[in-house]
């Protein structure tokens, strides 16, 4: 064994010359023939050598000729660049295999991806199953995906939400109520913290259904209104809804408080009552605003008040003659004032209710009551007239007056009563 650099030799466990230092690569030089031509001279033939390579498979062999150590370096130096290339060679196929598997990877990512927004898009436009094989046709490509996943549970809920809508669609139409209710308030329950997109359809519908049910409730109700209030307070519901069902539900509560008022309207009027009549013609308009046949309805009263003011002040003047001639307590104090009685209505008028008796030896008519409304302070708060009924009066009966006073809006007031004004028959 010897150093291929300082050709020293060395046994079989070194590692290291211990001449030169350098690391030892294992080499034998075995000689295989030597041939004597001469057995005098001793004369040496070329030696024919064999080199072999413990640590390399590639094995030299000199057949003729000397073996030197210039010959081994050659080996050597032919090895050591050798490996080098075949590293190169290993490192380009494997970037090349690492580049394919990544843009091949990367083109199936791609492909889930488009399938998802294609899945989506299916969904919003009500096309679920579609949007659910496309879903699970990028499943199989990425299972591990979990946004995947997610959308699949989005549009099975979406579907079943669907279906409840559906049910209560048919119920409304078959007039079950009951169920209607029951499906609605679980279809807000299932809405509840969901506001993708996907869910705005059904929201929409709801919405109306909702809508229809409120109606079709209100309907059921219309028929069993009687009073004026009832119908008002119906209207302030019905005014809130919208829609063409909503408007004629409205149109036919209008016209049970028109129906309603005239019917009030007719009854005071009989009795001359005319600021009552114009008090319950001002409270439906104040609902309804702008009613035409309210607004009639508030002339004709005017109409009429004024036809029979005009009558009686015909009738007055011609009592005035003849009262002329009574005598003179008869004159002045025929008419006792009684007790009064003050009632606030919600919008903060004063409702006066008087009370009168004839205490004259003769029957008097047309008595009219002059009436002042102070506050605590003394300030002035409404003046008025009124004309007591019974318009005609016996001696010893009690008649009475009503009177409103607008905009009081408080019943810690005094009334002050001027003497009346009468006529004696």
């Not at 094995?59 to 090895?79: F, P, Y």
């Not at 490192?91 to 990367?106: G, R, S, W």
Request: with cysteine.
């Amino acid at each position: 064994m010897y150093c291929h650099h300082c050709v020293r030799e060395f046994s079989d466990e070194a590692i290291f010359c211990s001449q030169c230092g350098r690391k030892l690569h294992s080499y034998k030089i075995i000689e295989v023939d030597r041939k004597i031509i001469d057995p005098d001279e001793h004369e040496e033939e070329s030696a024919s050598l064999e080199i072999v390579s413990d640590r390399f498979t590639p094995q030299l062999i000199a057949i003729s000729g000397t073996a030197t150590i210039d010959d081994e370096n050659i080996v050597l130096s032919k090895r050591t660049w050798l490996m080098p290339i075949s590293l190169l060679c290993v490192a380009f196929i494997v970037a090349v295999a690492v580049f394919c598997y990544f843009q091949y990877e990367k083109n199936r990512n791609e492909k889930v991806l488009k399938l998802q927004v294609e899945a989506k898009s299916a969904a919003l436009g009500g096309e679920y199953e579609k949007a659910l094989g496309l879903l699970n046709e990028a499943a199989e490509i990425r299972p591990a995906f979990t946004s995947l996943k997610a959308d699949e549970d989005i549009i099975q809920h979406v579907m079943e939400l669907k279906e409840i809508t559906n049910d209560v669609e048919k119920n409304l139409s078959n007039n079950k109520m009951k169920e209607v209710e029951e499906g609605i308030t679980l279809l807000k329950s299932e809405f509840s913290g969901h506001k993708e997109p996907i869910y705005d359809k059904l929201r929409e519908k709801l919405d109306s259904l909702q809508l229809k049910m409120t109606l079709e409730q209100l309907k059921k109700q219309v028929g069993s209104l009687v009073t004026l209030n009832e119908h008002i307070d119906m209207l302030q519901k019905v005014n809130g809804l919208i829609g063409k069902e909503a408007v004629i539900l409205r149109e036919q509560v209008v016209t049970g408080i028109r129906k309603i008022t005239l019917t009030d309207v007719e009854r005071l009027l009989e009795r001359k009552n005319f600021t009552a009549a114009m008090t319950v013609v001002e409270k439906s308009l104040a609902i309804v605003k702008g009613d035409e046949n309210l607004l009639a309805l508030e002339q004709r009263i005017e109409d009429e008040q004024r036809r029979y003011e005009r009558a009686e002040q015909q009738r007055i003047e011609q009592a005035m003659q003849r009262a002329a001639k009574e005598d003179l307590i008869n004159q002045t104090a025929a008419v006792e004032v009684g007790s009064t009685e003050k009632t606030l209505d919600e919008f903060g008028d004063l409702t006066i209710v008087g009370h009168l008796k004839n205490v004259a030896t003769r029957p008097i008519y047309s008595v009219t009551v002059e009436f002042t409304v102070l506050n605590k302070e003394g300030e002035v708060l409404g003046k008025g007239s009124a004309t007591a009924n019974p318009n005609y009066i016996e001696p010893g009966e009690q008649m009475s007056y009503t009177a409103t006073v607008y905009g009081v809006y408080t019943e810690d007031v005094d009334i002050v009563v001027d003497p009346p004004t009468y006529y004696l028959d």
